[in-house]
């Protein structure tokens, strides 16, 4: 307490976060003023962080109930950490987002490719549960093996997602659009130009093959208008701010409410090999539950429990079996009870 008697503490569904100066935030109005930070992350990392002076007499508060954030506020300063089951154990669900499918590309220019990356990033700032895997890096790996980007979501390569690189969820989407509607007058420059884009996604999850959700978000066409020189470029832009903002605010939503857990890759003598690691948020003593799969994607029984004891490459981990019958390949790892909360 005597480290935080300084900052501006927050609390959120029963979490608390201390304030910080957004590092990014001269890149662009997208980005907040400020960050919320998770309590034991700032305390571990506190000379990365710098936080505003708080006012004379206020040092810790609490936040609002949510009616009383009005939207304008909540997007100027902070976007709001929504709540969910995975929250206390500060676990991160992988969700990949291939680039989606674009009607209209014109030349060079992939929308489809921007509108994806762009959805991640809003969704980052949203949520502090997910990590994204690199599309990059599982096209190589599909591409190896003679498997058609088509075919994502079909049983197989669902598998593979899941089993492979731990993806919880995939995320397919397709554009409408920008569509441009463009006045001109003698006087004009530029003129004046108004877009609409329509998004659809559909939220897959790798381990069931379960549509979990369709969702879709277009733009205000009027919110989208502007005028002189290359007026058309920028309204299609900004078409797709607004698409991409009402989107990322409801995948988030879904995502977060999503159950974690991890695979055994590799059973090699005592040591067992998990598909997730420091950067998914485990740590060295975690204990983790062993279950077998069962099945229409269901999680079976408890069998055993493994305790982590070392991490390696990426985002993997290494642990040894402490109780109950030894593990296969593909099983099912979640913290135990009691851990991380």
């Known amino acids: ?19 910080v100066l ?15 930070v998770p309590v034991n992350e700032y305390l571990s990392k506190k000379e990365s962080f710098a936080t505003p002076s708080p006012k004379k007499g206020e040092v810790k508060k609490e936040t609002p109930p949510a009616s009383a954030k009005t939207p304008s506020s909540v997007e100027e300063e902070v976007l709001v950490v929504s709540a ?23 030349g060079e220019e992939v929308w489809g490719d921007w509108v994806a990356e762009k959805l991640m990033k809003e969704v980052n700032r949203r949520s502090l549960q997910i990590l994204f ?15 058609d980007l088509k075919d994502l979501q079909t049983p197989k390569v669902l598998q593979y997602l899941n089993e492979v690189f731990g993806v919880h969820a995939l995320v397919v989407g397709q554009l409408s659009g920008p569509y441009v509607f ?65 989107l990322g605010r409801s995948l988030a939503k879904e995502l977060d409410g999503m159950d ?33 799969p069962g099945g229409s994607g269901e999680r079976g029984e408890v069998k055993g429990k493994i305790q982590i004891s070392a991490f390696f490459g990426i985002d993997a981990s290494m642990g040894r079996l402490i109780q109950g019958k030894n593990p296969d390949v593909d099983d099912i790892l979640r913290l135990a009870k009691g851990e991380g909360t």
């Open 133 to 147: 895997t690199d599309y990059r890096m599982v096209k190589e790996f599909l591409g190896a093996r003679e498997v």
């Open 182 to 246: 463009t006045t001109k007058t003698t006087k004009d420059q530029g003129g004046t130009a108004s877009a609409i884009i329509k998004i659809d996604v559909r939220l897959v999850d790798t381990f069931s093959g379960k549509t979990l959700k369709n969702l879709s978000a277009s733009n205000p066409i009027v919110a989208a208008k502007e005028t002189g020189t290359f007026s058309e470029e920028k309204a299609k832009v900004k078409a797709v701010d607004l698409a991409i903002a009402t």
């Open 1 to 19: 307490m005597k480290e935080l008697q300084d900052q501006e503490v927050i609390i959120v569904d029963s979490e608390k976060y201390v304030k």
């Open 84 to 106: 969910s089951k995975a929250t206390s154990s500060g676990l991160k669900k992988k969700v990949l987002i291939p680039y989606f499918d674009d009607r209209i590309a014109e």
């Open 22 to 36: 957004n590092p990014k935030a001269s890149e662009g109005k997208d980005q907040p003023k400020y960050l919320y």
């Open 260 to 292: 974690w857990f991890c695979r055994i890759a590799k059973v090699e003598g005592e040591n067992v090999y998990v598909n997730a690691g420091k950067l998914t948020g485990l740590k060295v003593g975690d204990v983790m539950e062993v279950s077998r």
